[in-house]
């Protein structure tokens, strides 16, 4: 597991999250479309190269998930979000995290209890951890 914030030169906030996940791609392609369906987010999506890039334009910027194959049974997914500005790219932030952990419970079989609320207590910790 992998998290990165970085600042671009126009001040924008850039999320990288990456997840080793023990799925061949196709799996986490079907999970994160999954995922997409479950989420209370409505976004356009840009770009789909199944199994391997999907992308999601917003007000805010694009979306992208691109899975990689690590192995025959196994997979890494990274997901990039650029933010106008440092409070979203915390709230943001937070909602990816659990968006990330709700994708491994799809992935391995398990219920899915409240993703909007699971969201919005990590965006909390988020705030409380980066101000």
């Not at 979000?81 to 990816?96: K, Q």
Request: net charge neutral.
């Amino acid at each position: 597991m992998t998290d990165v914030v970085t600042v671009d030169e126009d001040g924008r906030y850039q999320l990288r999250l990456e997840r080793h996940l023990p799925h061949c791609r196709e799996n986490v392609w079907h999970g994160v479309l999954e995922l997409r369906r479950r989420s209370a987010r409505a976004h356009h999506c840009s770009c789909a190269h199944p199994p391997g890039l999907l992308e999601y334009e917003t007000r805010k910027g694009i979306l992208r998930w691109e899975i990689a194959e690590d192995g025959p049974t196994r997979s890494t997914v990274v997901f990039t979000h650029v933010c106008g500005d440092r409070r979203d790219g915390v709230d943001d932030m937070g909602w990816w995290l659990t968006e990330l952990d709700v994708l491994a419970q799809i992935l391995d079989g398990h219920p899915v209890a409240d993703l909007p609320r699971r969201a919005t207590a990590m965006i909390r910790r988020c705030r409380c951890a980066f101000g």
